[in-house]
Every structure is written in C-alpha cells, then in structure tokens.
C-alpha cells in the first residue's frame, strides 16, 4: 500500500483565497482524521470521520473551516478565506478500529 | 476531555546513552498508548504501542512501560544512535473504534556522535 497520501505538498496563497486539502486513506482503513501542527500549539485535531461520517469537529477553529469524506478513498480540508494565521502543516491520517494511526506526509501551507 | 503532558520537551544526549521520555494522562479510561517519531519535513510515524493489559514492551532498543495506577507511561531508547534524532509523541486514547488520539506536546530529541 502506497500509505495516506496528501495533495499538495506545499501550497502558498494569498489571504482571502480558498484552500483546498486533499486526503486519500489507506485502503480498508475505516477512520480519518485531520491534524494541523505549528510550533505554538503542536498537533491540533480537527475534525475526524468514522465509516466516513463526521463525529468530532469540535477541532475545527472557525467556519472558515470545513471537511467532506464523500466516499471511503477521499477526503477533502477547505479554508475560505484563508488568514495568514492558518498557516502551518496539515496532517490527514488514517486507522483501523481507532489505532495505529497512519500519517500522511503532510500539506504545509502558507497564506500569505 | 484526555489531557496529556510529556517531558521533558528537549532532550539532548550522546551517542550509545539511554534517553527516557514520560507522559502522564489524565482519562483513567485511557486504554491504549502509541508512540510516534517524527522527521523533519515527514509526517508522525508509529513506533511501538502498548495497551492497558500490559505493563512492558519492547522492540528492540525501545521500550515503552505504563504504570495504571499512576496514569503515566514512558518510553525508552537504549544505545541511542544519531538517527534516533528527531521529535517524539506520545498518545493516549481509550482505544475505541474511531476514537481520536491526544498527543503529548512532543520532545526533540538529539543524538550527540
């Protein structure tokens, strides 16, 4: 298995433009999770799904925030608009039964 | 909700010594216990885990141990190599299916040759 992928690596933008993450799970994994890490609050969780359902967004800072898994094999993270404070890493992960997450290699985003 | 502290947040030690990383949580709950080591530039990366019914594991030269009774566990590297160098979580959870994971703020971790 190719392991949680993420796209894009690196995305710079400018304040006020919409940010789309993107997130593909490890095949038969049935939970997904969204982090954002920075060096003030180290790893946030955002928001995560269960059989891709939404159970816990109490992460998700403000409405600028939103997250969608429309099947088993894809999650999207949108920002609009997107503030120069958002910027940080954004991890997705995936599990099994809620251990042994696996981690994607991560978005790092710059809103400038 | 779970809350857990690690320390020490950095950690600096010479080649072929010990390091020992502590986390306390505070959901008596808790039941399973992952550590993760994260590279620069790379995303956490599961290490070892250890669950409630179990008191020591080991992988090699890690180890992670968890007293119950006093809600902390820790994590032990022996023989400590250059490459060892890097940020470690640790985590708790109640193990749940689904159920998210609380990271520990992190240590970095420096491997002197």
């Known amino acids: 298995d190719a392991g949680v992928i993420q796209s894009p690596r690196h995305e710079v933008t400018e304040m006020g433009q919409e940010v789309t993450l993107r997130c593909k799970p490890i095949?038969?994994?049935?939970?997904l999770f969204w982090y954002r890490q920075t060096m003030m609050r180290g790893l946030e969780l955002l928001i995560y799904?269960?059989?891709?359902?939404?159970?816990?967004d109490s992460g998700m800072p403000e409405d600028r925030f939103s997250a969608k898994m429309p099947n088993a094999s894809f999650s999207t993270l949108k920002i609009q608009p997107s503030e120069p404070r958002d910027s940080a890493v954004y991890f997705c992960?995936?599990?099994?039964f809620g251990d042994g997450y696996t981690f994607g290699s991560g978005t790092r985003l710059t809103v400038v | 909700g779970e809350n857990v502290e690690q320390h020490p947040s950095t950690l600096s030690v010479q080649e072929g010594d010990s390091a020992v990383i502590k986390c306390t949580y505070s959901?008596?709950?808790?039941?399973?216990f992952p550590w993760y080591k994260q590279e620069l530039g790379k995303g956490p990366q599961l290490i070892i885990d250890?669950?409630?019914?179990?008191g020591e594991k080991k992988d090699q030269r890690i180890a992670v141990t968890l007293n119950k009774t006093a809600k902390h566990f820790s994590l032990h590297i022996t023989e400590t190599q250059p490459e060892d160098s890097a940020v470690y979580f640790c985590?708790?959870?109640?193990?749940?299916?689904?159920?998210?994971?609380?990271f520990g703020g992190g240590t970095r971790v420096l491997v002197k040759p």
């Open positions: 992960a995936s599990s099994l």
């Open positions: 095949s038969g994994h049935n939970s």
């Open positions: 799904f269960n059989n891709n359902v939404p159970i816990d």
């Open positions: 250890i669950r409630s019914n179990v």
């Open positions: 985590a708790a959870s109640t193990g749940a299916a689904g159920n998210k994971l609380t």
């Open positions: 959901d008596s709950a808790s039941n399973y």
